[in-house]
């Protein structure tokens, strides 16, 4: 049950946190301080979408530990090291948002800047945070080679998870549409486990998918 809500609540969570995000493209001091209490919506629901990632790598990895357990250890290992590193990550906007409103705006990008150059944040908090999608990748094509999945799962969250990074010049409310393509893919496996019996989710939900696709 934990796992398979937390399939349908991470790309919910995921929606609203970029659906409620300040109207632009960087942290600009006067945007932020023009939209506090967006800054601080948003800040708190992608902290709360990253936390509902370690229950979903951790039943995405469940299902792989009987037919293919080095993909799911492997995915399970990249994945909830990245979400850790994510979490942090998620503080940056909060400090960025008193920045803007104690500071000049020229000052306040350059401690930004300053801050996204230190080799601590840089190597230690940022690059490690996207071990999140490759970790869930991993795990959604080991599913994929045990036939759990359908083809198409995997292609969607990929999908999902390069939207808003393609899009990062455009809106939020199309940088949301990433989210959109994971509900899709994940609530389709949260399906599957919430109507799982007990012993099929020990099992690992062996039997290939009833799917059309």
Do not use: C, K
């Amino acid at each position: 049950m934990v796992a398979g809500t937390a399939l349908l609540a991470w790309p919910v969570l995921e929606f609203l946190a970029f659906l409620t995000s300040p109207p632009s493209a960087t942290h600009d001091p006067a945007v932020f301080r023009e939209h506090p209490d967006l800054v601080q919506v948003s800040g708190l629901l992608f902290l709360w979408a990253t936390l509902a990632l370690v229950p979903v790598v951790l039943g995405l990895a469940h299902l792989l530990r009987r037919r293919a357990p080095m993909a799911g250890n492997i995915g399970a290992a990249l994945g909830l090291l990245g979400a850790g590193h994510a979490l942090t990550l998620f503080t940056t906007d909060f400090y960025d948002l008193a920045l803007a409103q104690t500071l000049p705006d020229a000052q306040a990008e350059a401690v930004t800047a300053r801050a996204g150059e230190l080799w601590g944040f840089l190597y230690g908090m940022l690059l490690p945070g996207f071990l999140t999608h490759i970790g869930l990748f991993v795990l959604l094509v080991g599913l994929l080679t045990v036939r759990i999945v359908p083809w198409w799962v995997p292609v969607t969250a990929l999908v999902g998870t390069l939207t808003p990074f393609l899009t990062q010049d455009r809106a939020p409310a199309v940088q949301a549409l990433g989210a959109l393509f994971h509900l899709l893919a994940y609530g389709w496996v949260a399906l599957r486990v919430l109507r799982a019996s007990d012993s099929a989710w020990r099992a690992g939900l062996t039997a290939p998918p009833a799917s059309p696709v």
